[in-house]
Every structure is written in structure tokens, then in C-alpha cells.
């Protein structure tokens, strides 16, 4: 059995991982104020209601 392998992207311009629990981003949330801020695919569901109150742009990330 392989345990998890740890693919190691080739080039990966970008690696952001989430703000609230560290794993990778799979979004990102441009804040009306300039503010980016970096969610996984969880915390961009439980905070994307508020975000878009907010005024937030949500981006996906590849
Ligand atoms: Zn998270």
C-alpha cells in the first residue's frame, strides 16, 4: 500500500494555503479593502456568505 505520495507540483506559481487552518487555499477572497485572504475549500463555504456580504471577490485557485 502507497501512503499518501506527495506529489510535488512542477511549477506551481502560486501556493497559498488557508488562513484559517493551514491547508492549501482553493480560493482566495480579495477584501473591498485591499485585503486577500486565503480559504480551503471548508472555510471558503462557512465564510463565503459573510465574504460576499462584505463586499468580497471570491477567486478560485487552480
Ligand atoms: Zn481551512
Redesign the pocket.
Known amino acids: 500500500m502507497n501512503a499518501t505520495t506527495t506529489a510535488t507540483a512542477p511549477q506551481q506559481a502560486v501556493r497559498v494555503n488557508?488562513?484559517?487552518?493551514?491547508?492549501r487555499?482553493l480560493s482566495l477572497a480579495i477584501l473591498p479593502d485591499g485585503g486577500e485572504l486565503a480559504?480551503?475549500g471548508?472555510?471558503g463555504r462557512a465564510h463565503h456568505d459573510g465574504l460576499a456580504a462584505a463586499g468580497a471577490q471570491l477567486i478560485p485557485l487552480p
Request: proline residues 0%.
Open positions: 488557508c488562513d484559517r487552518c493551514g491547508v487555499a480559504f480551503c471548508h472555510h
